[in-house]
């Protein structure tokens, strides 16, 4: 089974390209969405209280995302913190995963950051979704409706498409214009054909 990345800025669209190679019969492994029920279990609660105070959960002890982000969003130092305490959960979730998975050809890491968090190096296979940086900042107020400023900022803690697409494997263009679905047809054929050489 080969272990494939998919990656992309905010608002490149990378869930979009997901849904398209799950109607494939694809599965993917949602980082973000599998880091969000990390903050469920005691052991990290805990840490995370321990290094950010317990200002960041409620009085029920969930997790209040927006306080949390607005202090390792700006501090390198606390969001590297933060990455110490949830990465190694993550992965290891991950690899249970890829072996209930294993019979599949190939299977999809979903995550924004990889290349950020220096993690290309556990995948077989990187594909980055790229887009415009205007049309991601439209897609991002649509959808989020977050304040330009804050936008800005998190695009720009963000690597450059230029940068990811010189690393990446495959590139997926979002931009509008050129349709999706005959790009992860492509993908997925040589992906395939790459699992059954082997």
């Keep these: 089974m080969l272990k494939a990345a998919i990656t992309g ?10 849904r398209i190679f799950e109607s494939l019969g694809i599965q993917v492994f949602y ?17 995370v209280e321990n290094t950010f105070g317990s200002d960041v959960f409620d009085e029920n002890r ?3 995302r927006q306080k949390l982000s607005a202090i390792v969003f700006q501090n390198p130092d606390a969001l590297m913190a933060l990455n110490n305490i949830i ?9 249970m995963w890829l072996d209930e998975n294993v019979l599949h050809a190939y299977t999809l890491h979903e995550a924004a950051v990889i290349f950020e968090n220096g993690l290309e190096k556990q995948f077989d296979i ?3 979704v790229s887009a415009p ?17 804050e936008i800005i900022n ?20 979002n931009d509008g214009r050129q349709f ?3 790009q992860v047809m492509e993908i997925h054929k040589i992906l395939t054909n790459k699992q059954i050489k082997r």
């Excluded at 800025?9 to 997901?18: H, R």
């Excluded at 990465?87 to 690899?95: G, T």
């Design 87 to 95: 990465h190694p959960k993550l992965m290891e979730k991950y690899r």
């Design 180 to 182: 999706l679905i005959p």
């Design 126 to 128: 990187i594909i980055n």
């Design 62 to 64: 969930q997790l209040i």
């Design 9 to 18: 800025n905010i608002g490149s669209g990378k869930t979009t390209v997901c």
């Design 133 to 149: 940086e205007n049309i991601r900042f439209r897609r991002i107020k649509n959808r989020d409706g977050f304040p330009d400023k």
């Design 154 to 173: 998190r695009m720009h803690r963000q690597w450059p498409d230029e940068k990811k697409n010189m690393m990446a494997n495959f590139i997926i263009v």
């Design 31 to 47: 980082a973000d969405a599998e880091a969000k029920k990390l903050y469920l279990q005691p052991d990290v609660i805990s840490a």
